[in-house]
């Protein structure tokens, strides 16, 4: 008992509704009896909740409200992308690829989050979001002014028009608001499926831990937190880089299914999205995030005359995180009908 | 009958200040000299000189907004001093972070409840042993042995300190959902695991019964005799004061009018005038 965390159970479950759809949707896909609808939307799907998991880190347990979530995804999906073309010849195996890709991507959205980190983790709530929401739109900004080309001297890179003055026989990777065309479709279902696990257990296993319960003090009373010796900067930085990771690694795998990728894919709306499927699944459930985020990417495409809605409930409910991150009334209701991670009845 | 507290006798250093007798052969563990801060025209602490015996139990009074909290709020570096020095263990904390002086041995707890309310009561101790952790986050996320050890022995010495203060059997439930009483007791066992050398208690009877009162004091001079450390307390309720204190100081108006043992405070004219009252002098 005493090795058991006491969100034990509520942990299984969601590794088990996940391995349980996989289990079900794969074998179907392998026979062919999916609508080719549904299997196009597998890896996307696998995609937006792993950005979920990953915004609801930042939101739900480092409790830091992230608007540009997106800019994240864009660097991961570049650097993949990139990364994978790179690799077409060196590497054989798509999923081994597919892996270095994804891993490539995690990197370099960690960096960024860093960097980022620096200037937006000394900000508190309204501040922070609007910098991020920045964030995302410098990333839009500078992906569309990229060029990047690859012959046998290596990486050419130019801003804002293209100066790669790349060799004959080289290839432009990312050409400016074009983005990166001809991409490898190594992304699979069971890859995006493995990634999910994994997102799920680093959070599982930091939440559980020295670190992500310094993560949540500062979360829940950053004074109390310094008062027992916590450095708030150091632990919002890590959760932040961590998410940032994830969210890139999502991009990647999100990029790897399309034959093209644009930086505009990756803006203010789908920031937003993402937030959406976090505040509907509920601030720190993880399961939640995961249901939302597939049932939500799917819905539209089920109701597709019911689309027109969906920015009218985006604005509704951007203005409900907005006020109840503000008002200590509605927090509380918040709290009392979201389920918590942190449920008394949980214990193991 | 409330019990009799063993309380040292006060004896002066050569600098004349007075600390209890058996810690004259050990350097204080805090001294402040002319600790002051202004917030605007307003100074809330002015010239205030405070020295701590190693395992004394001192008392910080004085009316309501004397700048009792703001003094703590100074030693724990939550403000910066306008004016004056803080020496804890003989360092300067000049330039610390508020992090920075509880690894080197200041915890407190606080006078309007600070606990982590959504997590469960253990979580909360365990978040006080934070820095007598060591695994890294590598072997936290990959949950190497590392962890499982660290995670173990941390555990075990959370549900010690919660024993403490006869809160083992509340271990899993939300430190929110705990009794006011409890609440407070929690607080301070979860600052007593940062293993400090100074402990500041804000008010630590505020909302208590007066049998919860009786254990409270029990439990301060427990946990002094156990780890042979200083507690520095603010608090209202004279009979806590005057029955654990060793040295007392008393603020009016962010200025020092008195400082010495219980039996001298009683007596003094300018507390009296300024606090206890007449019928403060009768009950204590
Ligand atoms: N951050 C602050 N800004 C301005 N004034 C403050 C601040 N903190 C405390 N004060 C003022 O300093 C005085 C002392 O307050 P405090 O230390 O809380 O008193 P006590 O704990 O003795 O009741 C009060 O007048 C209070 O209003
Ligand atoms: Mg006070």
Redesign the pocket.
Known sequence: MMNRNKNFGRNLLTFAVVIAAYAILQPMVLAGSVSATLKGMLVPICAYVAMALSLNLTVGVLGELSLGHAGFMSVGAFAGATTAIALQQAVASAPLRLAIALAVAAVFAALVGFLIGIPVLRLNGDYLAIVTLAFGEIIKSIFNNLYLGLDDRGFHVSLLEDRTGLAEEGRMIIAGPMGIGNIPKIASFTGGFILILLCLAVIFNLVNSRQGRAVMAIRDNRIAAESVGIPVTKYKMMAFVISAAMAGAAGALFSLNYSTVVANKFDFNTSILILVFVVFGGLGNMLGSVIAAAALTILPEALRSFSNYRMLIYAIVLILVMLATNNPTLKMLIGRTIPKRKGAAESA | MPKEFKRGKLAPLPSNVLIPERDLDKSPILECRRLGID?GG?R?VDDLDLTIGRTEIAGLI?P???????VFNLLTKVYNPTRGSILLDGTDTAGKTTVQVNRMGIARTF?NIRLFHNQSVLDNVLIGLHNSMTCSLASSILRLPSYWKNEKIARERAMEYLSLFGLESHANELAGSLPYGAQRRLEIARALATNPSLLLLDEPAAGMNPSETAELMENIVRIRDTFQIAVLL?EHDMNLVMGICEGICV?NFGKVIAKGSPEQIRENPAVIEAYLGRKGVAEA
Do not use: D, E, S
């Not at chain 2, 309501?64 to 703001?70: V, Y």
């Open positions: 917030f307003l809330a004085g309501n907004g004397a700048g009792k909290t703001t006078q603010i603020l």
